[in-house]
C-alpha cells in the first residue's frame, strides 16, 4: 500500500516536470503497455481486463488527438490525427471474436511512432528544437497515471 502512494507520488511528480516530448513519449509507452496486457488478457479469455487496458488505451490516444495544434503542426498534426484516429477505430472494434494478434500491428505503430518521437526527443535535449508547455499538461497527466 505504501509502496503503490510512492510509486503513484514519482509518477506524478514525473509528469509534471516533463518537457512536451517526454510527455507524448510516456503517453506512447503507456498505450504501448496496455494493448501489451489487453493481448495477454485477450489470449487469456479475461475479456473485461483486456478491455479495461483498451479503454486506458483510448483515453491516451484521445489526449494525443486532442493536444495536436494543427495551427503550428500543420501537415504533420493532420497526418498524427489520421493515424490516431486509425488506432481508436481499430480499439473500439475489437472484440473477443478476433485473434489477440489484431493487437501486434497496433503495438508496431505506437513503436514506430514512439521511435520518431525519441529523436524528436534527442533533439530537444541538445537543444535544436523548443517547445511551448502545453496547455493541456493536466489532462495529459491524469491519462498517463490512470
Not at 510512492?6 to 513519449?25: E, G, H, I, M
Not at 490525427?81 to 503495438?107: A, C, H, Q, T
Not at 525519441?118 to 497527466?141: C, H, I, S
Amino acid at each position: 500500500m505504501v509502496l503503490n502512494r510512492a510509486q503513484d507520488a514519482y509518477r506524478k511528480t514525473n509528469v509534471a516536470t516533463a518537457d512536451t516530448a517526454s510527455l507524448v513519449l510516456m503517453c506512447y509507452e503507456a498505450t504501448i503497455e496496455d494493448l501489451r496486457k489487453a493481448k495477454e488478457y485477450h489470449a487469456s479469455h479475461r475479456m473485461d481486463a483486456a478491455y479495461e487496458r483498451i479503454r486506458h488505451g483510448q483515453d491516451v490516444i484521445t489526449e494525443l488527438l486532442v493536444g495536436l495544434d494543427f495551427e503550428r503542426g500543420g501537415e504533420i498534426a493532420v497526418n498524427l490525427s489520421r493515424i490516431y484516429n486509425y488506432l481508436l477505430r481499430e480499439l473500439i472494434g475489437i472484440n473477443s471474436m478476433k485473434s489477440p494478434d489484431v493487437y501486434n500491428g497496433l503495438i508496431d505503430i505506437l513503436e514506430d511512432l514512439r521511435e520518431a518521437w525519441q529523436e524528436v526527443k534527442r533533439k530537444y535535449d541538445r537543444g535544436e528544437l523548443v517547445f511551448d508547455p502545453l496547455e493541456t499538461r493536466d489532462n495529459w497527466a491524469r491519462s498517463i497515471s490512470a
